[in-house]
T-cell receptor, first 113, second 114 residues
Framework: GDSVTQMEGPVTLSEEAFLTINCTYTATGYPSLFWYVQYPGEGLQLLLK?????DKGSNKGFEATYRKETTSFHLEKGSVQVSDSAVYFCALLLPSNDYKLSFGAGTTVTVRA | GAVVSQHPSWVICKSGTSVKIECRSL??????MFWYRQFPKQSLMLMAT?????????EQGVEKDKFLINHASLTLSTLTVTSAHPEDSSFYIC??????????FGPGTRLTVL
């Protein structure tokens, strides 16, 4: 079935460090790919998305490129801040699956000052 | 735009009582809403898909008689946890689909059953 595998955490970084969270997917068809962020005690916020191969999603300094050849959608940020501390979820969506989102396990990121 | 609200944000109830959680899309009409459950430090588990004017579709293993879902209008879906027990304590999150491939999430409802 369709699934998402993302890098296990937790990840602890210092401010201004480079962040990468790996995400790979398995899907029958051509999924849309997403990164969602969850701050403590809150729901999920859409961080960025890409709907086809080679698309790059970007927002708030975060980027991810839809790589069909490696079935990946890795999240990157060049210089993290304390406010980026959160849980990050990679997800995929297929119209053939009633537009349901399939989530990865989530990666907890803590940025220290 | 694309704001989804949930009410209440947290609720504590006694075992055996029922609790209703509301999910509203504030500035758009959503033909489809989704309900998720999240355990501490875990990912979201899809419980059901709710379409306006029709019965909800439940995921395998989710008791539809325990988790009643009503999608009465294009901006409101409700989840009622009936005869709640401590094992139902969890974080419940809804989302609303705006376009074909984008879901917007509510802030979540923390349910604690004593």
């Amino acid at each position: 079935g369709d699934s998402v595998t993302q890098m296990e955490g937790p990840v602890t970084l210092s401010e201004e460090a480079f962040l990468t969270i790996n995400c790979t997917y398995t899907a029958t068809g051509y999924p849309s790919l997403f990164w969602y962020v969850q701050y403590p005690g809150e729901g999920l916020q859409l961080l960025l998305k890409a709907t086809k191969a080679d698309d790059k999603g970007s927002n708030k300094g975060f980027e991810a490129t839809y790589r069909k050849e490696t079935t990946s959608f890795h999240l990157e940020k060049g210089s993290v801040q304390v406010s980026d501390s959160a849980v990050y979820f990679c997800a995929l969506l297929l119209p053939s699956n009633d537009y349901k989102l399939s989530f990865g396990a989530g990666t907890t990121v803590t940025v220290r000052a | 735009g694309a704001v989804v609200s949930q009410h209440p944000s947290w609720v504590i109830c006694k075992s055996g009582t029922s609790v209703k959680i509301e999910c509203r899309s504030l500035d758009f009409q959503a033909t489809t809403m989704f309900w998720y459950r999240q355990f501490p430090k875990q990912s979201l588990m899809l419980m059901a898909t709710s379409n306006e004017g029709s019965k909800a579709t439940y995921e395998q293993g989710v008791e539809k008689d325990k988790f009643l879902i009503n999608h009465a209008s294009l901006t409101l879906s409700t989840l009622t946890v009936t005869s709640a027990h401590p094992e139902d304590s969890s974080f419940y999150i809804c989302s609303a689909r705006l376009r074909t491939d984008t879901q917007y999430f509510g802030p979540g409802t923390r349910l604690t059953v004593l």
